[in-house]
């Protein structure tokens, strides 16, 4: 799942350079809860003062080598000055890749003591979480996001998505739930980011009715993507609601936003469950016609079944002799026969059912009898007898071919023809 985690280089590096320019300044506006008594403003000591000025010089001209080691060279006592350049030096570090987790030591160490100024001080333990995400230090990104919000008295929904986030990648789903309910309902234009982690954490844990709740959320607040539409209708397959997962895949088909191989396929397998044959063949047969859909052997005998449902007999028995083609399965050419019988063409259904057989086909005794009915509808009751004797050997159809034999050789008699 993607991660929803900033660009922290950009913000750090422009801070770096904002941290310094306004040292001297005043209490920004007011960042903390509204009952937090806030302390005298603190400035910056005129000895580290002079070295951090020179620090930021470097810093200015791309030597960010010499800035930092200008920087680590402060020793100060003083607990506002040291939090001020272990606040510059992490924040300097966290433009520099690779430097993640040295950046992340000099930002706590500047927060850890309430040194800092307010707005400095939110702005670092704000930042010391999103580094923690980049850094893949889940816990401590929690705790960090959890110290902004207790300090600043704000809920922000991007705080709770990414909260959400951390516990995804601990494992820890059930948790996952309560803050993507809170950014759903802060985030003033609809954001999809807290929905999805809401439904992976529902859908991991095997909850699948609150998985299609959340899926069907998705379908309405962002119609236009076709994503959720296609989602939404395996979910309702997995919960086993099939008319609702055709009605959304059928939306979804018209609108255009079925373009995968599985969607086509779930789709024409939706019509064939609701009972609608005849549209599982249209759609198997346009894609497999188009490319999306392999022409391979199973694809033309589920194609075969679903005109064979559709009482389409003819078309049918067509997709299996493909399917024959393809994969030399003695089956295909039976299924072939028996449709083509069916479709009263005995001269062809008898080609198929001899082919059947000469390639070891199972089902030999209900292959016979219907080779012989195909003889004795088109007059060659010598060769129906052939079939039937063939037929008695097999005791699932014994009693079948038993009952045909007396027919057979009254008809014969009839036209005088010895069998």
Same mark, same amino acid.
């Given at each position: ?213 959340? &899926? ?106 493909? &399917? ?31 082919? &059947? ?63």
């Amino acid at each position: 799942m993607k991660k929803f985690v900033k660009n922290i280089t950009a913000i750090a590096t422009l801070s770096a350079a904002a941290l310094v320019s306004n040292y001297a300044a005043a209490q920004s506006s007011p960042v903390v809860c509204p009952d937090y008594k806030r302390g005298t403003t603190n400035i910056i000591g005129e000895r580290a003062g002079k070295k951090i000025q020179k620090a930021l010089e470097a810093y200015n001209n791309d030597l960010i080598s010499e800035a930092l080691e200008l920087l680590y060279e402060i020793d100060t006592k003083q607990t506002y000055d040291r939090a001020f350049t272990d606040n510059f030096i992490g924040k300097m570090l966290a433009g520099q890749d690779g430097q993640g987790d040295k950046a992340l030591q000099y930002l706590k160490g500047s927060v850890n003591p309430k040194a800092l100024n307010d707005s400095e001080h939110a702005g670092t333990v704000r930042l010391v979480a999103d580094l923690s995400m980049q850094e893949k230090k889940y816990d401590q990104a929690i705790e960090y996001y959890e110290r902004w919000m207790t300090f600043t008295c704000k809920q922000d929904p991007d705080v709770f998505t990414r909260m959400a986030q951390a516990y995804y990648e601990l494992k820890q789903l059930p948790k996952m739930v309560e803050p993507s309910d809170k950014a759903i309902a802060l985030y003033e234009k609809p954001n999809k980011n807290p929905y999805v982690l809401k439904l992976q954490s529902f859908y991991e844990r095997k909850m699948y009715p609150q998985t299609v709740a959340v &899926a069907e959320e998705l379908v309405r607040i962002f119609p236009d993507n076709k994503q959720w539409w296609s989602q939404l209708g395996f979910f309702y397959m997995l919960v086993e609601d099939y008319k609702k997962a055709l009605s959304t895949f059928e939306i979804a088909y018209n609108q255009g936003f079925l373009s995968k191989k599985s969607e086509i396929k779930a789709l024409a397998q939706l019509y064939a469950t609701n009972d609608i044959p005849y549209k599982a063949a249209v759609i198997m047969e346009k894609y497999i016609k188009e490319g999306l859909i392999e022409k391979d052997d199973k694809s033309l005998a589920n194609l075969a079944n679903s005109w064979h449902q559709a009482r389409e007999y003819k078309k049918a028995a067509g997709y299996y002799a493909q &399917a024959a083609q393809e994969k030399e399965d003695p089956d295909y050419y039976r299924k072939q026969g028996i449709l083509l019988h069916a479709a009263e063409d005995y001269k062809g259904a008898l080609n198929a059912l001899q082919k &059947a057989l000469d390639k070891g086909a199972d089902q030999k005794g209900r292959i016979h009898i219907a080779m012989m009915e195909a003889h004795i509808y088109t007059g060659n009751f010598r060769q129906a007898m052939v079939h039937v004797r063939e037929a008695k050997k097999d005791k699932n159809v014994e009693r079948t071919a038993r009952a045909w034999e007396p027919y057979i050789k009254e008809k014969a008699k009839n036209r005088g023809i010895k069998v």
